[in-house]
């Protein structure tokens, strides 16, 4: 299957620093990308559809300048999570969609100090 | 609207027991279907996934799935368990028209006893 790797794996900050998570699909071109955000033990929570080449577009709730997304290009979309607080602390995951099936990254733990 | 329910929060089942995870859902149109499995501190593992055709759908590690549409669920089987299939399972629902957007279902914890 479709394979997409997540950068880096596990992040600690301090706490109103900076975050970037990024996200590429390895073997295929994905215009759309998508970041999800998952709490212990919780379903996924979609955050945003990013798209390549134009901006993307966050679910109700999501703070677009708490979480930017940049589609840079059809294998890479970012997750940059700014200022954070430890409420920011999860489990981030993104996706790509090939061959009509969503297929997920590993997943960054952040944990913000 | 789309929505997944997954009336159980935990199924546990003793090694080489069948087991069966429940899903039903609601869409408008026609639905596409997946099942995704995910271990500890990881991200989620594609199973299998119904869009037309066969009810019975047959993925992964010996998972298959069947697709009823006039109950609108598509739970996930296997018939003999093994330890290593203790996860979690979520079961997900995209409409046709938009297939990319997924609806996740809340989960379910599967334990399989030795």
């Known amino acids: 299957g479709a394979v997409v790797s997540q950068h880096p794996s596990r992040v600690i900050c301090k706490s109103g620093t900076s975050v970037k998570i990024e996200c590429r699909s390895l073997?295929?071109?994905?215009?759309?990308m998508f970041w999800y955000r998952q709490f212990p033990k919780k379903s996924l929570m979609l955050m945003a559809t990013s798209n390549e080449g134009s901006k993307a577009t966050y679910e109700q709730g999501v703070e677009k300048d708490k979480f930017l997304i940049n589609h840079a290009s059809l294998t890479l979309s970012t997750l940059t999570v700014t200022s954070a607080h430890p409420e920011d602390s999860s489990f981030y995951i993104c996706?790509?969609?090939?061959?009509?099936?969503?297929?997920f990254g590993p997943g960054t733990r952040l944990l913000v100090l | 609207a789309q929505s997944v329910a997954q009336p159980e929060d935990q199924v546990n089942v003793a090694e080489g027991n069948p087991l069966t995870v429940k899903c039903t859902y609601s869409?408008?149109?026609?639905?596409?279907l997946f099942w995704y499995v995910q271990y500890p501190n990881r991200g989620l593992q594609f199973l299998l996934k119904y869009i037309t055709g066969d009810n019975l759908v047959k993925g992964s590690y010996g998972f298959e799935a069947e697709f009823n549409k006039s109950q609108t669920s598509f739970h996930l089987k296997k018939p003999s368990a093994l330890v290593s299939d203790s996860a979690l399972y979520f079961c997900?629902?995209?409409?046709?028209?938009?297939?990319?957007?997924?609806?996740f279902g809340p989960g379910t914890s599967l334990s399989v006893i030795p």
């Open positions: 996706s790509a969609t090939g061959l009509e099936t969503q297929y």
């Open positions: 997900a629902v995209s409409d046709k028209t938009s297939y990319d957007k997924v609806i």
């Open positions: 869409v408008s149109g026609n639905p596409y």
């Open positions: 073997d295929f071109q994905a215009t759309t």
